[in-house]
């Protein structure tokens, strides 16, 4: 059964740091992109970094040098970085692992077959 769980959430303060993991089981995905979406209250889920099988990155513009995605392939485990939060990152944080193996990055979440149950983010002023 494959799984990914993330950790890492929580409420915190405008400009404060906070590190997202996502641990996979099941199966490894260390060919597959990985990424984190989000989602706010009534709206739609947004894309925010994805990761490669060589580490290629991508980001939206949105968290744009505030937020680092990382991959550890021997803990099948992705990270995401976030600094300088602001309230317009608060959300439920998901991550997801690519259909198909050696892929490029897409930041649409209907390519993405596998996903966890989510972790609350909550940036106060």
């Known amino acids: 059964q494959v799984q990914l769980v993330e950790s890492g959430g929580g409420l915190v303060q405008a400009g404060d740091s906070l590190r997202l993991s996502c641990a996979a089981s099941?199966?490894?995905?260390?060919?597959?992109?990985m990424a984190w979406f989000r989602q706010a209250p009534g709206k739609e889920r947004e894309f925010v970094a994805g990761?490669?099988?060589?580490?290629?990155?991508a980001s939206a513009d949105s968290v744009k040098g505030r937020c680092t995605i990382s991959r550890d392939n021997a803990e099948n485990t992705v990270y995401l970085q976030m600094n300088g939060l602001k309230p317009e990152d608060t959300g439920v944080y998901y991550c997801?692992?690519?259909?198909?193996?050696?892929?490029?990055?897409?930041?649409?979440?209907?390519?993405?077959?596998?996903w966890g149950q989510g972790t609350q983010v909550t940036v106060s002023t």
């Open positions: 997801a692992a690519f259909t198909s193996p050696y892929s490029g990055i897409s930041r649409s979440p209907n390519d993405y077959g596998y």
């Open positions: 099941g199966r490894t995905f260390s060919n597959h992109v």
């Open positions: 990761i490669n099988y060589v580490h290629r990155t």
